[in-house]
Nanobody, 124 residues
């Protein structure tokens, strides 16, 4: 699976962005898809994930402000982010894995495939 993230940009605090990640390859529908982010000087952290069965998981920091969705026919996973805060500034990465167990869904070490990242900058 190859992943290509897009949709980042500069937005004011309180604004919204929609990140998108397009995938190539077969059996997209069987993958768990995740979004992670890495702020300058910080470790990469989990943002959201959606499993093959459609269940969604969010980090507490974005819960209620973000929605992850997938379109298996188009092989796309999106992350809609609202009420953005300056602390949301980071490079956002999409990731995929076919054999994740639920307890590993927030562990970036468990994802086998990664996109190149897209920068989100939230100004105050």
């Amino acid at each position: 699976v190859q992943l290509q993230a897009s949709g980042g940009g500069l937005v004011q605090a309180g604004g919204s962005l929609r990140l998108s990640c397009a995938a190539s390859g077969d059996t997209f529908s069987r993958y768990t898809l995740g979004w992670f982010r890495q702020a300058p000087g910080k470790e990469r952290e989990f943002v959201a994930a959606i499993r093959s069965v459609g269940t969604r998981h969010y980090a507490d920091s974005v819960k209620g402000r973000s929605t992850i969705s997938r379109d298996n026919a188009k092989k796309v996973v999106d992350l809609q982010m609202n009420s953005l805060k300056p602390e949301d500034t980071a490079v956002y990465y999409c990731a995929a894995d076919r054999s994740l167990i639920l307890s590993s869904i927030q562990d970036d070490n468990e994802y086998d495939y990664w996109g190149q990242g897209t920068l989100v900058t939230v100004s105050s």
